[in-house]
């Protein structure tokens, strides 16, 4: 399996002029080299740039996506933390709810304990009298 390099979408060999007479002067190859021929360079300059600004929007959409789902992930996992919470806190007061209306039930019980009580010890003190 070989390997491609891909072709690249910002090449700056469309700014090169190989027809031009500043190759053969010698003195300006240093300059040419960074520059590009004559006054072409701030072209290739301007290029590279617009390509850098064009990468730099793509990885800022790119992470606002990835935030976005990262957001979401978050928010969903949350929801169902909050979803348990709200569970047991719902169990909890049920619960307490249970505890006390047992506690009220007990006590009801020993009133009408007590007073059926009443009721025979009342029942028995005007039979003997």
């Known amino acids: 399996m070989s390997a491609r390099c891909q072709v690249s979408t910002m090449s700056l060999s469309k700014y090169a002029r190989s027809g031009s007479s500043d190759f053969v002067n ?23 740039m617009c390509g850098a600004m064009r990468t730099m929007e793509e990885l800022g959409n790119f992470w606002k996506e990835r935030c976005m789902q990262i957001q979401a992930g978050y928010i969903q ?29 007990s ?3 020993l009133i009408i304990q007590q007073i059926k009580m009443e009721g025979q010890t009342a029942a028995f003190l005007v039979k003997w009298q």
């Open 26 to 48: 010698r003195s300006l190859n240093f300059c040419n080299v960074i520059w590009g021929l004559g006054d072409e360079g701030i072209e290739v300059l301007f290029a590279r």
């Open 77 to 105: 996992v949350f929801t169902e933390m909050w979803g348990e919470y709200r569970g047991a806190r719902a169990a909890c007061v049920t619960g307490d709810t249970l505890a006390r209306d047992g506690q009220v039930g």
């Open 107 to 109: 006590s009801h019980l």
